[in-house]
């Protein structure tokens, strides 16, 4: 399915590990000139590709936008929220955008496939922990989809000689927390 925001063509798709080096490439600069990312230095392929292929074989949505002719120009994954069981209805979700893509859409329509993707897993709430309350388009981008303020944590990161807050917010899936979480064959699983 093809989408046009701001003159720019693009497909969401499953990732795949055919695809690692250019979603590298995207983190890498996010890692190097930002603060979405706590991390100091970008990750190596092998551990990227290593990342990837823990959240494939827990069934984990990771998505990529790429152009007619090939050119990633964003991603998004949800992952565990944290690791104890009782986490397992909660995800977090992590959305990077090429530097040259960002502000044309991108970001939203990985986040909105993103979510749809969560809920028809079972999953009851995904969270967006936000590097740096200065991500004002990071926020704006989630509050326009229905996430909530959930809270700041002040100074929790130091990165690019300054402390970094992060800020938290929520969104419900499915009945969220109204009704007890299914618990048959399909339900979310930690992997």
């Known amino acids: 399915m093809g989408k046009e925001k701001a003159g720019i063509v693009f497909t969401l798709r499953a990732a795949a590990s055919s695809d690692l080096e250019a979603l590298l490439a995207i983190y890498a600069h996010h890692v190097r000139h930002g603060t979405a990312s706590f991390e100091l230095e970008p990750p190596t392929l092998e551990d990227f590709s290593g990342r990837?292929?823990?959240l494939q074989m827990a069934r984990y949505p990771y998505i990529l936008?790429?152009?007619?002719?090939g050119r990633v120009l964003g991603y998004a994954y949800?992952?565990?929220?944290r690791p104890r069981p009782a986490y397992r209805y909660t995800v977090e979700d992590s959305v990077y955008v090429a530097p040259e893509a960002a502000g044309k859409g991108v970001g939203g329509a990985l986040l909105d496939r993103l979510i749809e993707l969560a809920d028809e897993q079972g999953y009851r709430k995904m969270?967006?922990?936000i590097g740096d309350s200065l991500q004002v388009a990071s926020i704006a981008l989630h509050a326009g989809r229905?996430?909530?303020f959930a809270g700041t944590v002040r100074g929790v990161g130091y990165k690019h000689g300054r402390w970094l807050d992060?800020?938290?917010?929520e969104r419900d899936l499915g009945p969220g927390n109204l009704t007890p979480p299914d618990e048959?064959?399909?339900a979310p699983t930690l992997g």
């Open 146 to 148: 229905g996430f909530v």
């Open 166 to 169: 992060q800020v938290l917010m």
């Open 78 to 81: 949800a992952g565990p929220y």
């Open 65 to 69: 936008a790429v152009t007619d002719d």
């Open 52 to 54: 990837f292929r823990t």
């Open 184 to 186: 048959g064959p399909n």
């Open 127 to 129: 969270v967006a922990v």
